[in-house]
């Protein structure tokens, strides 16, 4: 059935959704043995997600969501059974926290105990938490202050901090939002750089795995942005005006996040950097914010990009008080369109609260007719539905997974590599309030409204995790799967 534009029913205040952010210190490696239905023998391959996974140290909460430690989850899928492992990323800052048990530095969010002097010139410690890619036969858990970290995708052992053999140095940094360029097989990335100027420097990685610099883009005050666009042309930068008051933070009076401010004065910046190194264009539309951008593509001699769009920075103070609040600002899917005289269009394609937008992979940088949301109401963290929106008809349908469930990023996963944009599956990891454990389902996406195809029960909960990514390689789980 489709769905009208009805909001979902809100959660019920009886279920605390906050257990999601409980902190998982086991690590585990095992055969998921309670399966619901069957995982379909073509369904092959690994989905990785990342996530804060420690999300306290010596007792209290850290200070903001975003400072917990790194966990990788791994679903290793294979002749219709899961294996599960999870191995947190052992960063600097995980192994020195774990063993004393109590905070040594800056985050995101947190301060670092001593007041001015102690955090003044210190920079926030790389926790490898945020999203996963597999490039050119590299597993890297993703950050946008630092750099990559290198993992076995096999074993999820740490490898170590990763820079292109040298060429990613240790003053740029790689954000967490890379886009890969189906038809060339490249990587594409970039790095917000604060400095007597804030630039935005853009790489792009081979189908080898080599790094090379593109042009560099000034930006008129520092701003924090945290995803970009991949077209055939561009890489596409939609730059709110979240503000970053430098000196405050560079001298230890606040955190990076006590350091943002959203500057309703200033407009949004659309920036249209070209592949080929050519110079930037910039379109200006009215002011908002946005964690996540779905795709984008060319159309005609216009630029399309989709994305989460919010009015302001208020979601902030969700995630400061991540335990105990609710998330009640409400983002929802747009389309912006900038065209060749550097004009901007907007429509809302989705008038539900909702995050993580994802689509089919193989239509990066191309137009794509379906897109994929955790969708829900104002008091959750991301919903309790996993909704498809057709964009050709201009319709959506949700699976609706009840009161108390929580549904994460939906990743798409084509049946073959030639089928047809929605013949696939959507794979989506679940939490339940009652039970306190999460679940992996797998949704034919296709028809999301019907039964799931396969449910895998884990035998614990996995914390509020953000991103993922599939592979068709199948990691090796020993002999037991």
Excluded at 159 to 185: C, N, R, V, W
Excluded at 422 to 450: F, M
Aim: hydrophobic share 35%.
């Amino acid at each position: 059935m489709v769905l009208q534009a009805d909001p979902l029913t809100t959660t019920s205040a009886a279920l605390d959704w906050h257990g999601i952010f409980d902190s998982l210190l086991e690590e585990h490696d095992y055969v998921v043995d309670e399966v619901e239905g069957e995982i379909p023998t073509a369904l092959a391959g690994t989905l990785y997600r990342n996530g804060p996974g420690k999300n306290e140290i010596g007792g209290k909460p850290f200070a903001h969501l975003f400072d917990g430690d790194g966990m990788l989850s791994q679903f290793t899928i294979r002749d219709g059974r899961v294996h599960y492992r999870n191995r947190f990323v052992r960063t600097t800052h995980y192994l020195a926290e774990r063993a004393a048990d109590k905070p040594l530095f800056r985050g995101f969010g947190t301060q670092k105990p001593g007041g001015v002097l102690t955090n003044a010139f210190r920079f926030p410690a790389n926790v490898a938490n945020t999203s996963v890619t597999f490039h050119a036969g590299n597993l890297l858990a993703l950050w946008e202050g630092g750099r990559p970290w290198r993992l076995d995708p096999d074993t999820l052992d740490t490898i170590g901090e990763y820079d292109y053999d040298g060429e990613l140095k240790a003053a740029y940094t790689f954000s967490a939002h890379p886009k890969i360029d189906p038809a060339t097989h490249e990587l594409f990335n970039f790095g917000v750089q604060y400095g007597p100027r804030t630039r935005i420097r853009s790489y792009r990685v081979d189908a080898q795995g080599r790094l090379h610099h593109l042009r560099p883009v000034t930006l008129p005050y520092p701003v924090m942005n945290h995803d970009f666009a991949l077209t055939t042309r561009h890489l596409v930068f939609v730059i709110d005006p979240i503000l970053v008051r430098v000196p405050r933070f560079l001298l230890g009076a606040t955190s990076f996040d006590g350091a943002l401010h959203f500057d309703s004065s200033k407009s949004t910046r659309i920036i249209l950097v070209p592949r080929d190194g050519g110079k930037p264009r910039v379109a200006e539309c009215e002011p908002f914010f946005h964690f996540h951008v779905n795709n984008a593509f060319e159309d005609g001699d216009g630029t399309v990009v989709d994305l989460v769009r919010y009015q302001d920075y208020k979601l902030g103070d969700s995630l400061r008080d991540f335990k105990n609040a609710g998330f009640r600002q409400r983002g929802t899917l747009w389309r912006y369109r900038v065209s060749p005289a550097g004009e901007v269009s907007s429509e809302e394609l989705l008038p539900w609260q909702c995050e993580f937008p994802q689509h089919d992979w193989r239509r990066t940088t191309l137009g794509h007719r379906f897109a994929y949301v955790a969708g829900g109401d104002d008091d959750t963290t991301i919903g309790k539905a996993v909704v498809k929106i057709d964009h050709e008809t201009g319709t959506w349908s949700a699976h609706d997974f009840g009161e108390g469930q929580l549904a994460g990023e939906p990743i798409f996963v084509p049946r073959s590599d030639d089928s047809a944009e929605d013949d696939g599956w959507l794979l989506s990891l679940v939490y339940s309030v009652a039970e306190h454990r999460s679940r992996l389902v797998v949704l034919d996406a296709r028809d999301v409204t019907s039964d799931p195809v396969a449910v895998a029960h884990l035998r614990h909960h996995v914390p509020l995790g953000f991103h993922g990514t599939f592979t068709r390689r199948v990691a090796g789980s020993g002999d037991d799967l």
